[in-house]
């Protein structure tokens, strides 16, 4: 059942949509307060006809409680999330994750992953990337244009659960099944980074003294 609750009418009972064709997995609201998108991940995904099952993504008009579209996917949609700028969905199902056109809900890429995905967050600024989180413990950060893996950071101890970008795009977050949430820098720290490259130019010689290659400003 899909409750939805007034905040500014705490005493009242929730408005209640049971329509839906399986166990609710995952929501979140999609271009206005009328409109809830969600997933189900058990007996509504069945297609007798082609004998296969999959899970239906699905878009709800909260007024009316139909449902008003379908996406469907061959495994369980674990997330979904909406773009901050409106344009895509990003779901994570198996070992793919998918990008939906937020509008007219076509497929517009698909990336297969390493490992099953549980989560995953498109960059919110520019959209260039997006991070995925998911059985293997690792979080990696792709590039949305391509699919290509540009960095991975190590350090959960259990599957990742849940990974989103701050409103900014400059860190994002992990959670897994290890009891922890991780904070990640998304955008390189340049005064880290020159420190870093000055100290790369110092040698030490056999008196046991620096020198560097090149003046580096005092360092």
């Known amino acids: 059942i899909l409750r939805v609750f007034d905040l500014n009418r705490l005493d009242a009972p929730p408005t209640e949509v049971d329509k839906s064709p399986g166990s609710i997995r ?7 307060d009328q409109t809830i998108l ?12 082609l004998y296969e099952i999959r899970s239906r993504t699905l878009l709800w008009d909260v007024r009316s409680g139909k449902i008003v579209q379908t996406l469907e996917t061959k495994s369980p949609v674990t997330s979904a999330e909406v773009s901050q700028d409106g344009r895509y969905i990003t779901t994570a199902d198996g070992s793919t994750v998918k990008f939906w056109d937020a ?7 698909s990336y297969d992953m390493p490992c099953n995905i549980e989560s995953a967050s498109l960059e919110p600024k520019s959209g260039e990337k997006f991070v995925a989180g998911g059985e293997d413990m690792w979080v990696r950060v792709f ?3 391509t699919g290509e893996e540009i960095g991975c950071n190590k350090g959960h101890h259990g599957p990742v ?5 701050s ?7 992990s959670g897994s099944e290890d ?4 904070i990640w820098q998304s955008t390189p720290n340049h ?9 790369e130019g110092f040698h030490i010689n056999k008196e046991g003294k620096n020198t560097a290659d090149k003046p580096s400003d005092g360092y």
């Open 179 to 182: 009891g922890t949430i991780r």
């Open 38 to 49: 969600s997933s189900c991940t058990d007996i509504g995904g069945v297609r007798h006809e």
């Open 161 to 165: 659960h849940c990974v989103r970008f």
């Open 191 to 199: 005064s880290l980074d020159e420190v870093a490259k000055k100290i």
């Open 167 to 173: 409103p900014t795009g400059e860190s994002y977050a």
């Open 143 to 145: 590039d949305f244009y």
């Open 26 to 32: 995952t929501l979140t609201w999609l271009h206005s």
């Open 103 to 109: 509008n007219h809900f076509g497929l517009v890429k």
